[in-house]
């Protein structure tokens, strides 16, 4: 007899939900999360200018004293980044030198140049220096 009333009570609990005056509640999916997709930016400066960017950052006040500096400031720059590139500069050089705060460490970090490397280097910076390496001047 209970199993009975147990059935019928489901029956109509059952169907006082089926009629209902209200409509059912249309629910809408929710919408996916959006798909995020992680880049990993270009480094908007090759790995030898930024190193060299850094170099001149310090070395700017010792700099300052070459006569016409300010000139040569974007031959140096030049430079310095062709040599390291050409002469392929390693890695952990261009850590020591991107790690420099000062340069009582440079003389560290050069040690760690190629013979090959030091005197490309060397070489360049002479030739800016002296102005062999200057433009040609602009004629009227």
């Known amino acids: 007899m209970k199993l009975?009333?147990?059935?019928?009570?489901?029956?109509?609990?059952?169907?006082?939900?089926?009629?209902?005056?209200?409509?059912p509640q249309v629910v809408e999916p929710a919408q996916p999360p959006p798909i995020v997709v992680a880049h990993r930016p270009m480094p908007r400066q090759r790995p030898c200018e930024l190193t060299v960017e850094h170099l001149i950052d310090v070395l700017h006040d010792e700099?300052?004293?070459?006569?016409?500096?300010?000139?040569?400031?974007?031959?140096i720059h030049d430079v310095a980044i062709a040599s390291c590139?050409?002469?392929?500069?390693?890695?952990?050089?261009?850590?020591?030198?991107?790690?420099?705060?000062?340069?009582?460490?440079?003389?560290?970090?050069?040690?760690?140049?190629?013979?090959?490397?030091?005197?490309?280097?060397?070489?360049?910076?002479?030739?800016?220096?002296?102005g062999a390496n200057s433009p040609p001047p602009v004629t009227p």
């Open 85 to 130: 590139e050409e002469t392929k500069w390693s890695p952990e050089v261009m850590r020591c030198f991107s790690d420099t705060l000062d340069n009582t460490a440079l003389a560290q970090c050069q040690s760690l140049l190629t013979m090959d490397q030091t005197a490309d280097l060397a070489r360049r910076m002479t030739e800016v220096m002296s």
């Open 63 to 75: 700099l300052a004293n070459v006569p016409d500096f300010a000139d040569k400031l974007d031959t």
């Open 4 to 23: 009975a009333f147990t059935f019928v009570l489901a029956a109509v609990v059952l169907a006082a939900g089926c009629w209902t005056s209200t409509p």
